[in-house]
């Protein structure tokens, strides 16, 4: 079990500005990158470059400078769809994030297709983003929504898809992986599943996309949604995958410039796909510097991003372990989880966890983690959550689990 950081992983953390930064006088240790990624120094370069050379509005100006954005954000959308195993690249529509493209399938899809008697099956580990548009859409269609449950290792009990799953269900969203428990799903087999009743699949990517290889069709599920801003990308950039038979029959979900084809007195005709659902002004700069954090994943590779933060997971929960009195949630088995650990010590608050952890320059969140359902399946209100990316290392694990003793020195063993 390795002690200290192997120097590639070392030069990788030094790409990235915000961690080089004391934080309470302490060196940082950034452990809340399941809520938002620090961004490479490549990424805020790029970021400044478009705006200080090529900043334009896309698609409409015929000029040098809109020429180049419209080029630059066009060839991200390329580079994304080809990131997620995507066909074709106009099967991406570009969003704010994860939220923003769950949305816009509960809206248009959901509200043209849904109707009484129909149902959603949802995941009892779901994301809010991956309830509420369902229960704002079930609300207004008569849809019910059903929910695939949990185990105590926080793991989908898939035995009862065979009750679950009838020719009523109209649509399966699952989360690809937890953010509060760090359950990795076995999205294909669940997909397969839904298939055999002609159930379409959603997928919440937003904890995969950044950690591992995802391949859209190889998943074979329908939509898939991810967010920029957990992957070395900017925030308020993120996107939609649909098959795009799905995306060319859905109806548009904002109106306005950009997404439509003649605009009459009473009526308009829609743009083709992608931009019928891109009304308005895009974030051009997000989506181009979402293109440089993805070339930035390549570079350093899944494989080897997979394998750091299981060395950095493995020692981090052999450490918790050793040091006792320590509640972990989620699998045991390794191959089912990925870098997220959610917590509670005996009577110390999440709350007071992480303001102890703060004052030693210790970033964890604490919380529900927008994951209430969650909470509720365990009997708590909050864990505190540590989670690893590319630029942690075994000494980060130490600085936490150094700040954890303190915990226990103050509120007692647990
Ligand atoms: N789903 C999951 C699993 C997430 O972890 C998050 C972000 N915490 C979201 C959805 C929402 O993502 P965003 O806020 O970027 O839209």
Redesign the pocket.
């Known amino acids: 079990m390795p002690t200290s950081p192997r120097p590639e992983w070392t030069a990788v953390r030094a790409q990235f500005p915000a961690m080089t930064q004391d934080v309470s006088g302490h060196p940082l240790v950034y452990l809340d990158s399941?809520?938002?990624s620090q961004k490479p120094r490549v990424v805020l370069d790029a970021l400044a470059k478009y705006y200080e050379r090529d900043n334009a509005n896309v698609h409409r100006g015929i000029h040098e400078l809109s020429r180049r954005a419209t080029i630059a954000y066009e060839e991200a959308r390329a580079k994304l769809a080809s990131f997620i195993g995507a066909a074709d690249p106009s099967e991406l529509v570009w969003t704010?994030?994860?939220?923003?493209?769950?949305n816009l399938v509960a809206s248009s899809w959901g509200l043209d297709t849904l109707k009484e008697g129909d149902e959603v099956l949802l995941s009892s580990m779901?994301?809010?983003?991956?309830i509420v548009p369902w229960q704002l859409v079930a609300h207004r269609t008569g849809a019910r929504l059903r929910y695939i449950e949990m185990d105590d290792q926080g793991r989908l009990v898939l035995d009862d898809l065979s009750e679950l799953l009838t020719e009523r269900t109209r649509l399966v969203a699952v989360?690809?992986?937890?953010?509060?428990l760090g359950t990795v799903n076995p999205v294909r087999e669940i997909t397969e599943h839904a298939k055999k009743v002609g159930a379409l699949v959603l997928v919440?990517?937003?904890?995969a996309v950044p950690h591992r290889r995802v391949d859209v069709q190889e998943l074979g599920c329908d939509f898939y949604?991810f967010?920029?801003?957990?992957m070395c990308g900017p925030?308020g950039s993120?996107a939609l995958w649909a098959r795009r038979e799905l995306l060319e029959s859905m109806p548009p979900y904002h109106g306005g410039g950009e997404m439509i084809r003649i605009v009459g007195r009473d009526s308009s005709t829609w743009a083709e796909i992608p931009h019928k659902f891109e009304a308005g002004t895009p974030n051009i700069a997000g989506a181009i510097t979402l293109g440089v954090a993805a070339d930035f994943l390549d570079e350093v590779g899944f494989d080897a991003i997979a394998e750091h933060e299981r060395e950095v997971l493995a020692y981090a929960l052999q450490r918790l372990d050793d040091l006792g009195g320590v509640t972990v949630y989620g699998p045991t088995d390794l191959d089912e989880r990925s870098g997220v650990i959610s917590f509670t010590m005996g009577d110390a608050h999440p709350h007071d966890i992480s303001t102890i952890l703060d004052s030693r320059g210790v970033a964890i969140r604490a919380g529900h983690?927008?994951?209430q359902l969650v909470m509720k399946h365990f009997g708590i209100s909050a864990t505190a959550r540590a989670s690893f990316y590319l630029y942690n290392s075994t000494d980060d694990v130490d600085r936490l689990v150094e700040g954890l003793a303190s915990v226990q020195e103050i509120f007692g063993p647990g």
């Open positions: 399941a809520a938002t704010r994030g994860t939220t923003e493209a769950i779901e994301h809010h983003s991956n989360t690809h992986i937890s953010n509060a919440d990517g937003a904890q949604a967010s920029g801003h957990k925030t993120g983690h927008c994951a």
